[in-house]
């Protein structure tokens, strides 16, 4: 998005930080590509996107923030897929405009200048900045009507150019715009993604976020992973990942295994938060699936995350919900690390004990506890538990309060078919990420490696499960 702010051509914007501009409409701050605002802002040698805005989703008032450009620094992904980027065109800009909503319901903002100054020069040609060198929407309608005779890129940069001598797209924008028009035509994203479930006969549902007429949620299940899921309906695990899409929407996986340990995939859902509200719609979807009551989950598997936890005991009442023991372990020994500090502690041969050395002796007293296979040795390990962690009475609180759950001797009553862990969902992540080429694409490209992992599997498990037919005397 690009913001207007009046300012001489030939000298750099220099606005008292004090000052409020006129109202603006919000339908043109949030529309990227106003012809006017490009056109004004290529005059001003710069060009402003937005930086952090809220619709009033989370109980705040709607507000806008726009940021120049290249401000900010560069941030390298954790997944590296390349050489490190020598450079970059972030320069930490500091240049910053506030914009608040005046009236709910309306379109007027009122802009505040929280930083009006720039640290670099103004550029005379904005060649290669990636708003102002966007198709505007008579570029694209003109490239696509190229792209159907198949005109090459070049001729097509070309024939723009021609058409306006001012333009800055270049020939990666070219390359772009045709590529995604050969593949889904004029369909937006979601259209695109919502057209491939329906083709490849996957079962989807979708929500609309509150009044308003787009999705904010969406599940989609194979129908080999549905019939599996009615099959083995003993564990149910399920987590939440990131970092794969460039919305950075979460992606919840739902996963179950045979009893002959083969994991498979049931259902995904991207959800626009990670609430409560969002994740109980996602499960009641997933308890769907299944043709009766009798074939509800005995055991479903979560971390330690508050929405997921709660949402369970919502939508499977009668199943038994156990917290993930790799992240109760990884939560103790946090807690461990920050309650019980060692000082001047000395042990019974009047040596010093170390930090690292106590923190192992607590932990190896917790492990005792989690493997408790009697009540007995359950009782006596949290005595040994409590004498060990006597001088942290907040660590030991915390730990009767919110950890003495899975402990192995209770787990072991109900059919949990080794779910005790979120580690078989955290398998299928890996093995989906593998199959992602690009961490920042958008829903229907990841989408088509969902797919193409799915279909890995299912045909992977015909060979471990084969039809009827092939018993046939």
């Known amino acids: 998005m690009d913001v207007l702010v009046d300012a001489s051509i030939d000298k750099q914007p220099d606005i008292v930080p004090s000052s409020v501009l006129p109202v603006v409409s919000l339908e043109v701050l949030d529309d990227p590509e106003n012809a006017k605002v490009r056109e004004k802002a290529r005059k001003l040698g710069f060009t402003i996107v937005i930086g952090k805005s809220d619709k009033d989703d989370n109980g705040r008032s709607a507000f806008v923030t726009v940021i120049c450009e290249i401000g900010g620094s560069y941030r390298e992904y954790k997944r590296k897929t390349r050489c490190k980027i020598a450079g970059s065109v972030k320069c930490e800009c500091t240049f910053r405009l506030r914009g608040y909503l005046l009236i709910a319901g309306e379109c007027d903002l009122s802009i505040k200048v929280g930083y009006g100054t720039h640290n670099h020069d103004m550029a005379d040609v904005l060649k290669g900045h990636k708003t102002v060198g966007s198709l505007n929407p008579n570029e694209r ?176 009442p009668e199943s038994t919900a156990l917290l993930c023991e790799y992240h109760i372990e990884r939560n103790v020994r946090a807690k461990c690390k920050t309650d019980c500090k060692v000082n001047d502690l000395k042990g019974k041969d009047g040596k010093v004990i170390k930090p690292n050395s106590m923190v192992k002796t607590i932990m190896r007293a917790w492990e005792d506890i989690m493997d408790s296979d009697t009540e007995k040795t359950y009782v006596d390990n949290c005595n040994r538990f409590k004498v060990v962690c006597e001088k942290w009475h907040k660590f030991v609180e915390y730990v009767e309060s919110t950890m003495l759950g899975p402990v192995k001797y209770w787990v072991n009553q109900v059919m949990h078919m080794e779910n005790t862990t979120t580690n078989r969902v955290e398998s299928a992540y890996n093995r989906l990420k593998n199959y992602l080429t690009n961490i920042m694409g958008d829903l229907s490209t990841n989408w088509e490696s969902v797919h193409d992992m799915l279909e890995s599997v299912t045909t992977y498990s015909h060979t471990r499960f084969l039809p009827d037919e092939h018993y046939h005397a």
């Open 141 to 316: 309608v003109h490239l696509y009507e190229m792209a159907e005779p198949k005109v090459p890129p070049r001729q097509m940069l070309t024939n723009l150019r021609k058409r306006n001598k001012h333009t800055s797209t270049t020939i990666k924008h070219v390359y772009n715009a045709t590529h995604r028009y050969r593949i889904r035509g004029l369909r937006t994203d979601m259209q695109h993604l919502l057209k491939s479930l329906v083709e490849n006969e996957y079962v989807y549902t979708c929500r609309n976020y509150r009044d308003f007429d787009y999705i904010s949620d969406i599940f989609w299940a194979h129908p080999n992973g549905i019939k599996l899921f009615n099959t083995f309906s003993t564990g149910l695990v399920l987590d939440s990942t990131y970092n794969t899409n460039k919305y950075r929407l979460p992606l919840l996986e739902f996963v179950a295994n045979t009893f002959t340990q083969l994991i498979f995939s049931i259902g995904f859902t991207y959800m626009m938060y990670e609430k409560e509200e969002h994740v109980t719609w996602a499960l009641e979807r997933c308890r769907k699936l299944l043709h009766s009551k009798d074939l509800y989950p005995k055991v479903v598997v979560t971390d330690h995350d508050n929405a997921l936890m709660n949402d369970v005991d919502t939508v499977f």
